[in-house]
């Protein structure tokens, strides 16, 4: 019984000893990754203006954070700052020139300058990089429907829906080139599996309105 109150008592001391230290014993490299954690949170959520400050954060504690400046960079693509989305971004890659997230942020900023041949070197080395990057294939396959090369589109949101599933995103865009193909059995299938995997209703009205058209 002594021993059992002896090591309570060790771990309350320890515990204590690590909330009167706060986070000023944990290195700033730790402290920058639990801010870019963060900032994807709120990215996720759609909480842009938090997303950045946290990204501020994280690279102000590690200035040598390569994803916290393309994440930067990425926010500023969503406000349409290109010019300030690409310095973020080049940042990066001087940090860290096989970060694969930085090469499909640069391909969205080639591509909305209408610099395609840019775009799709961008993504293919995303993809060299990180063949798991969902992104890059849905992005590289948009970028195909808009130059009319469906099949290559088709190509990647396939890879896109075997590396996710269980993504109603990935479904509807494959959907929308069945459709523009005229594999319409193939697109109402994928329309179909929107409806089974989600209820959010922006997918649902998209998808019905979609199979209404088809059929």
């Known amino acids: 019984m002594k021993i059992f109150k002896?090591?309570?008592?060790l771990g309350a001391v320890a515990i204590l000893t690590v909330a009167c230290t706060g986070t000023d014993d944990v290195p700033a490299e730790i402290r920058a990754l639990a801010?870019?954690?963060?900032?994807?949170?709120?990215?996720?959520?759609g909480n842009l203006q938090k997303a950045q400050e946290a990204y501020d954060a994280a690279t102000?504690?590690?200035?040598?954070?390569?994803?916290?400046?393309?994440?930067?960079?990425?926010v500023r693509i969503q406000y349409s700052d290109m010019n300030g989305a690409l310095d973020q971004i080049n940042r990066a890659l001087n940090i860290d020139s096989e970060l694969a997230i930085a090469y499909n942020y640069r391909g969205l900023i080639m591509a909305s300058a209408n610099n395609i041949?840019?775009?799709?070197?961008?993504?293919?080395?995303?993809?060299?990089?990180?063949?798991?990057?969902?992104?890059?294939y849905l992005n590289r396959g948009r970028l195909f429907i808009e130059e009319e090369e469906l099949e290559s589109a088709l190509t990647d949101l396939d890879s896109a829906v075997e590396l996710e599933p269980m993504s109603p995103n990935l479904f509807l865009n494959r959907g929308r080139i069945h459709v523009l193909v005229g594999n319409l059995?193939?697109?109402?299938?994928?329309?179909?599996?929107?409806?089974?995997l989600t209820q959010e209703e922006?997918?649902?009205?998209?998808?019905?309105e979609m199979l209404a058209f088809i059929q």
Do not use: N
């Not at 002896?6 to 008592?9: E, Q, T």
């Not at 041949?117 to 890059?136: H, K, Q, S, W």
């Not at 059995?185 to 089974?196: F, I, Y």
């Open 117 to 136: 041949d840019g775009a799709l070197l961008d993504f293919a080395e995303a993809i060299r990089l990180d063949p798991t990057l969902v992104e890059a």
């Open 202 to 208: 922006v997918y649902v009205v998209t998808a019905k």
């Open 6 to 9: 002896a090591i309570v008592m």
């Open 35 to 45: 801010e870019l954690d963060r900032g994807l949170e709120m990215q996720r959520v």
């Open 185 to 196: 059995d193939r697109a109402t299938a994928d329309l179909e599996q929107v409806l089974a």
């Open 60 to 74: 102000r504690l590690d200035p040598q954070l390569a994803e916290g400046y393309a994440q930067k960079g990425y």
